[in-house]
């Protein structure tokens, strides 16, 4: 398969090659820690600025992510959990009434999409007077694959956003899920401001797509099966293992993100070579252009 800028990559699709290729501590999510540096050197430069932000949950191997991990984790009681149940429930009322009383629902613009994004406003703690100011930034930081020049504006807006908030809520804590990210203490290690700033992106990135997804391709799928989504209304019972396997049925999320080989590894009978991706070798009639 064609990926960044024509190199080469190999997507694993078979169940069992796929569960070993994400143990294999081969496999690496952090490119600096498979590349040499002259590799690094050749490899697309993320901007400077950019940079804090690449020290994340999804970029990290090993004991830098355990690390991460244990600090996150703190923030992440089971009490705050509930309340975000709670608060989760009431914004899906919310969404839900607001549609009731227009008569009518545009499923991705009124509900899907508006979920995740008010959620992970109201847990970050945004004001509410800055919901339509977070969501233009947001609209900036997932299209800026798309349209860097647009794009980059808004997200360096919204990191210095994010920055103030995080050093406000560090000195001044309040109930919320920055102040706990920032009282977090594993030992004497605690989460740097751009480690908290990094990992709040990463929700808003890996919160917001995979949920639309899954409620717009689970929403078609019912309704390409109304006997399946009749068994659902009349049974509550079945509603929690039909969205797992609305899960699995619709893939919101239809690959992983990207691994490097630290070494030459054989997966399925393919050589993946260590290093970034190659131009098309042996295995080019298995690969499919992007
Ligand atoms: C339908 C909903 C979702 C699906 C299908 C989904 C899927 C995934 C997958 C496949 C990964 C692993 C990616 C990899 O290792 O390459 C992942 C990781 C992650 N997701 Fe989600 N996700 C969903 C919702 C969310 C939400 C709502 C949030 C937060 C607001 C979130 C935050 C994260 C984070 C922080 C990680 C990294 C975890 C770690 O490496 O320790 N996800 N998700």
């Known amino acids: 398969m064609r990926w960044l ?22 496999l690496r999510k952090n490119p600096q820690e498979a590349l040499t540096p002259a590799q690094l050197a050749a490899a697309p430069r993320v901007p400077k600025l950019f940079g804090p932000l690449q020290r994340n949950l999804l970029s990290l191997d090993g004991a830098d992510h355990d690390r991460l991990r244990r600090l996150v984790h703190q923030a992440f009681t089971p009490k705050r959990i509930e309340l975000m149940r709670h608060q989760m429930q009431e914004l899906a009322d919310e969404l839900t009434d607001a549609a009731l009383r227009r008569g009518s629902m545009d499923l991705i613009s009124d509900f899907a999409a508006p979920l995740p994004l008010t959620m992970i406003a109201r847990t970050i703690g945004v004001p509410e007077e800055l919901t339509p100011r977070f969501r233009a930034w947001t609209r900036a930081l997932l299209s800026v694959a798309d349209r860097p020049l647009r794009g980059v504006a808004g997200v360096l807006r919204f990191m210095r956003y994010l920055r103030r908030l995080v050093e406000a809520r560090s000195r001044e804590p309040y109930d919320d899920l920055v102040s706990a990210l920032a009282a977090a203490r594993d030992g004497g290690d605690r989460l740097s401001n751009d480690e908290i700033v990094a990992l709040l992106v990463l929700l808003l990135t890996a919160g917001h797509e995979t949920t639309v997804n899954l409620i717009g391709g689970g929403m078609l799928a019912l309704m390409e099966q109304p006997g399946q989504a009749r068994r659902l209304r009349e049974d509550d019972a079945l509603l929690r293992p039909g969205v797992e396997e609305l899960l699995r049925f619709t893939s919101p999320v239809e690959t992983a993100t990207e691994r490097w080989a630290a070494e030459d590894l054989q997966v399925a009978g393919s050589t993946i070579p260590s290093g970034p991706g190659r131009p098309p070798g042996p295995h080019a009639r298995l690969e499919k252009s992007q």
Do not use: E, F, M
Request: net charge positive.
């Open 5 to 26: 800028r024509g190199s080469t990559a190999w997507l694993i699709t078979r169940h069992g090659d796929v569960d070993a290729a994400l143990r294999d501590p081969r």
